[in-house]
Structures are given as C-alpha cells and as structure tokens.
C-alpha cells in the first residue's frame, strides 16, 4: 500500500486570486444570464438581493457566480463565518454591513436583518447577503427571502459549500461510504429558544453519518445523548475546527473518550462534529495538514 499523502494547501495571495476570477469571469460574462426573480408588478424596488453562500472558508472553494456578485455588490450584508479570504474578493466601493450572530451574542436580530435588505433594496441597491457555507443550511436563508418576497424584492440565491462537505473532505471523512454509512443526517447545536431538544432517536440510528453544527459547547451532553439513545460508547466521533483554512485542527475519538481529548486540545467554535464509523477513516485519508490532526 503506497503512504498516504498529506498536503499543505497555500492559500493564494488575496490580489493574485482576484486577478484570476476577474480574468476568468470577464471572459464569461456575455454568456452568464444576470437572473433573479422578479420584483412583483408594480412594486417599486429597482435594487434586488442576492443571497450568496460564502462556503466552509478556503476561497478557492467559493463558486464563480458568487465571486463575480461580490465583485459588483453595492452594499454587503455580511455574517460571522465569513473568512477573509472571501472578504478580499469584494468590491472594494461597497458598504459592508456586519449582522453577524456568535454564539449567546446576536449582533443584530434576525427580524431586523430581514429589515435591513428591504430597506437596502428598495434604495436601489445591488445587496449581497453572505453567508457561511450554503445559506439554505442552517443560515436562515429561507426566513429571509420570504420576507424578501412579501416586499415584492427581486432575489437570486447562489448556493455554496455547506460545512459538513468542506470540513469533512478536508478532514478526510467520507460522509458516506457504503461499507460504513448509507445515510447522513446534518442537525444544528443552536436551537430557538424553548424549543424541544433534538431528535436523538434519529440521529443515533445505525450505519448512519451524523453531523452536528455548532455543538462544541454542548459536546459532552451530545456525546452522552448519542449513547443514550443506541449508539456504542466505542462509535468514532470527530471535531474539526476552521475546516478547509490553514488554521484546521481535527481531533477524533469515540462517543466516549472526544469531550475530553477536545477539552485538552482547546478546541473552540467555530467547529463540526461528525459521529460515525467514516470518522475511522480519516487516519488514512486525511490529505490536508491544516495546523494539526490528533486522535
């Protein structure tokens, strides 16, 4: 069996990958459609709203379409897990408006988020609302075009790679794989207030991936609900931390023993929790060196 192989990815310097998508996406330009839907008749929006997904963090994962609207935003809406590396792609004239939302501190809340692109819209503005990895997981996409449409705002949705795909491939856990798991289930750690817990039950099936977003706060009680709930205490569990940039950490485990080797290692959100057999692959398929990997 050749060794594997591990790859330090250099993140391109921000200027010369700007200069290639602008190469690149000028040549396309006369043959990319500029959609989006259309504003209600007679409403009085000219601007629109084009709800981008920023994926996992390395830039060079971010899709064509959403580098060529941050390069002609007027304003952006921006969240928390936005890396810099995407940042440097924006058009530098425009606006930047920060919403972001960490962990027990909402910048600005969710209803005047919803607000705010209205309002930016209808003054005639090309908005880009980005967001971590695709919108429609986990970001609240969804909340936010329906308010779009009930105010007649004309909208494009550009999707992008959730954290689950980036930080898994990056990590070397296939989701899926059909000795291991022919199912994966992706749930959040943060819940509305007073809403029931998750559903352990189906996230503690069998011969299934689960992935947890956002769960590093309540790794322990995650790790011991799983086991409550069917799963063996000797199941594989990972964490990986700053999936897809050169700051990547992953440590893995088991259901039983990862609350406290992440403990000792310090591993602090933004991070993912992938619980399943994959997980014991990553031993031999991690490629991607990022700042250290440890079990």
């Given at each position: 069996?050749?060794?594997?192989?591990s790859v330090a990815?250099?993140?391109?310097?921000?200027?010369?990958?700007?200069?290639?998508?602008?190469?690149?996406?000028?040549?396309?330009?006369?043959?990319?459609?500029?959609?989006?839907?259309?504003?209600?008749?007679?409403?009085?929006?000219?601007?629109?709203?084009?709800?981008?997904?920023?994926?996992?963090?390395?830039?060079?994962?971010?899709?064509?379409?959403?580098?060529?609207?941050?390069?002609?935003?007027?304003?952006?809406?921006?969240?928390?897990?936005?890396?810099?590396?995407?940042?440097?792609?924006?058009?530098?004239?425009?606006?930047?408006?920060?919403?972001?939302?960490?962990?027990?501190?909402?910048?600005?809340?969710?209803?005047?988020?919803?607000?705010?692109?209205?309002?930016?819209?209808?003054?005639?503005?090309?908005?880009?609302?980005?967001?971590?990895?695709?919108?429609?997981?986990?970001?609240?996409?969804?909340?936010?075009?329906?308010?779009?449409?009930a105010a007649g705002?004309?909208?494009?949705?550009?999707?992008?790679?959730?954290?689950?795909?980036?930080?898994?491939?990056?990590?070397?856990?296939?989701?899926?794989?059909?000795?291991?798991?022919?199912?994966?289930?992706?749930?959040?750690?943060?819940?509305?207030?007073?809403?029931?817990?998750?559903?352990?039950?189906?996230?503690?099936?069998?011969?299934?991936?689960?992935v947890i977003y956002?769960?590093?706060?309540?790794?322990?009680?995650?790790?011991?609900?799983?086991?409550?709930?069917?799963?063996?205490?000797?199941?594989?569990?990972?964490?990986?931390?700053?999936?897809?940039?050169?700051?990547?950490?992953?440590?893995?485990?088991?259901?039983?023993?990862?609350?406290?080797?992440?403990?000792?290692?310090?591993?602090?959100?933004?991070?993912?929790?992938?619980?399943?057999?994959?997980?014991?692959?990553?031993?031999?398929?991690?490629?991607?060196?990022?700042?250290?990997?440890?079990?």
């Open positions: 069996m050749p060794p594997p192989v990815l250099e993140m391109p310097a921000a200027g010369a990958l700007r200069a290639f998508l602008d190469q690149l996406i000028g040549a396309h330009r006369g043959s990319v459609p500029d959609v989006a839907r259309p504003a209600l008749s007679g409403a009085a929006a000219t601007g629109r709203v084009a709800l981008v997904g920023a994926g996992p963090g390395d830039p060079e994962l971010l899709t064509l379409r959403a580098a060529r609207l941050l390069s002609r935003a007027d304003v952006l809406v921006l969240d928390h897990l936005v890396s810099e590396g995407v940042l440097a792609l924006v058009n530098p004239a425009a606006e930047r408006i920060y919403v972001g939302k960490e962990s027990g501190h909402h910048t600005v809340p969710q209803e005047e988020i919803n607000q705010l692109l209205v309002r930016l819209a209808r003054e005639g503005r090309q908005v880009v609302r980005l967001k971590g990895g695709d919108p429609f997981i986990f970001g609240r996409g969804g909340e936010e075009l329906e308010e779009l449409l705002i004309p909208f494009e949705v550009v999707p992008g790679i959730t954290a689950a795909c980036g930080a898994g491939a990056y990590a070397g856990i296939p989701l899926t794989h059909r000795d291991y798991a022919q199912s994966v289930v992706f749930a959040t750690g943060h819940r509305r207030a007073g809403e029931s817990a998750l559903d352990w039950t189906a996230l503690a099936r069998p011969h299934q991936t689960a956002m769960g590093v706060g309540m790794l322990q009680s995650h790790c011991e609900a799983m086991i409550r709930h069917g799963r063996g205490a000797d199941t594989p569990a990972a964490l990986v931390e700053n999936g897809t940039l050169p700051s990547q950490r992953v440590v893995t485990g088991t259901l039983e023993t990862l609350p406290e080797i992440a403990a000792a290692a310090g591993i602090h959100p933004p991070a993912l929790l992938i619980i399943g057999e994959v997980v014991s692959l990553a031993a031999r398929l991690a490629w991607f060196t990022g700042a250290s990997t440890t079990a």
